[in-house]
């Protein structure tokens, strides 16, 4: 509470006490918060112009920490005046106890002086509580105000802008889908492309996080600043109640304009465009389940084929040692029989290394097989999930950049009478 005559004050120092606690914690968090990282720099960036004043000098962070120290300040001269009250009542009754007893002239005097001296105090105290009281008003009025006003524009000319571009994002999405079906077969997936998709999804948690962060952090910031200017603009009688009919007419407005500013806020769905993001990293997290899951298939292709590569050159070695053997003396090497489908030649000795080179070579081609359907799957599955997943994510994010820049154009019209 930053604005109340002396005799409020004389009544009502317990609840202005409490007040100006609540006061410096909501402009603690205020200044603490508005002086922290920027929560997605990249994609929502407001322009940091806006929240200097004319000429560059005063920042809308600066002007809640000088705030801050008024306020401080202001506690301790209310605690000092009602510290000299307290003794003033003492003096008081001390006085009244003295004459009714009839005590010492001298007593009586030393007593009527102290308390002269006390009502000195006090009203030093009081006119120091007045000028500060004063001097924090001035400063909402004439940086705090204009300050937030600014704000309020750039924060709406950003999200005008991140409508413009979503609304582009997702015309180029549409665009796109024919162009990408026109190629009938992929390629396999590589590490790069797995390394790719995961980069993918780290990036749009990390989008989806900060977009949750950066709503959070201007609602928490206009619910703080509500909540101080509801306690500043709030004048208490004597009998500390509410009485708004000494409020002037700009402070009214000034409040007006926060409160809606801070309904705005509350109204905005951000829980389509939220869960759209997050539908969207479990899209691009199954295209990388799918994609490992071609890589191990492809790891088993692999690996089959090698064994069959090392199996067909043994064969080839054994055979040439063999018929070289035969050849040696002078005798004809055994032929394999007609049938090579089921068996060989019982006589033929390296008839069931020829087996087992057949059985591996049905198992290359099993496992070529399985790689090439997943391949197919795994494309299918990646063109489907994203052709179907980014145009609902640009279109929520299109919708609710839309809804946001239009309830914040609603409350800069409203700034206009703060200027």
């Not at 940091?48 to 000088?66: F, H, M």
């Not at 889908?177 to 997936?189: D, E, F, I």
């Not at 070289?324 to 394999?336: D, L």
């Not at 080179?357 to 799957?377: I, P, T």
Request: aromatic fraction near 6%; proline fraction near 3%; include cysteine.
């Amino acid at each position: 509470m930053l604005e109340v005559s002396r005799a409020h004050l004389d009544r009502s120092f317990k609840q202005l006490r409490k007040t100006l606690y609540h006061s410096n914690s909501i402009l603690s968090n205020l200044s603490s918060s508005w002086t922290s990282k920027p929560p997605l720099v990249v994609k929502y960036r407001l322009d940091a112009g806006s929240l200097d004043g004319p000429g560059g000098s005063k920042s809308l962070c600066s002007t809640l920490e000088r705030l801050l120290a008024w306020e401080k300040k202001l506690y301790q001269e209310v605690k000092a005046r009602e510290g000299q009250k307290i003794k003033h009542e003492k003096k008081l009754s001390a006085l009244q106890s003295q004459e009714c007893k009839g005590g010492d002239e001298a007593k009586l005097d030393k007593t009527k002086a102290s308390i002269t001296r006390l009502q000195s105090l006090i009203v030093v105290t009081s006119q120091a509580v007045s000028t500060t009281s004063a001097a924090i008003n001035g400063l909402r009025d004439s940086d705090l105000v204009p300050q937030l006003v600014e704000l309020c524009h750039g924060i709406m000319y950003m999200w005008k802008s991140m409508h413009q571009y979503h609304e582009i994002q997702s015309n180029i999405v549409q665009q796109v889908r024919g162009l990408v079906n026109q190629s009938s077969k992929g390629h396999s997936t590589s590490e790069l492309h797995k390394q790719a998709t995961r980069d993918l999804e780290s990036a749009v948690s990390a989008w989806h996080s900060s977009f949750c962060r950066l709503i959070k952090i201007q609602r928490d910031f206009i619910l703080s600043l509500h909540g101080w200017l509801k306690l500043n603009l709030t004048p208490v009688n004597n009998d500390n109640i509410i009485n708004n009919n000494n409020s002037s007419s700009e402070p009214s407005d000034v409040f007006s304009f926060c409160d809606e500013w801070k309904l705005a806020l509350d109204r905005v769905p951000d829980t389509v465009a939220s869960e759209a993001i997050k539908s969207f990293i479990n899209v691009v997290h199954v295209i990388s389940v799918k994609q490992s899951e071609e890589l191990k298939i492809k790891k088993r292709t692999d690996t089959a084929s090698q064994e069959l590569e090392k199996k067909s050159s043994s064969l080839r070695s054994i055979e040439r040692k063999f018929y070289n053997s035969y050849s040696m003396v002078g005798i004809t090497p055994p032929e394999s029989g007609p049938d090579n489908g089921h068996g060989l030649d019982a006589g033929d000795p390296l008839a069931e290394k020829k087996l087992e080179l057949a059985a591996c070579q049905r198992r290359v081609a099993d496992e070529m097989v399985r790689h090439s359907k997943a391949v197919e799957v795994t494309r299918a599955m990646t063109l489907n999930n994203l052709q179907t997943g980014l145009p609902g994510v640009f279109q929520a994010l299109t919708s609710f950049s839309s809804l946001f820049t239009e309830a914040l154009e609603s409350v800069c019209s409203r700034s206009y009478a703060l200027k």
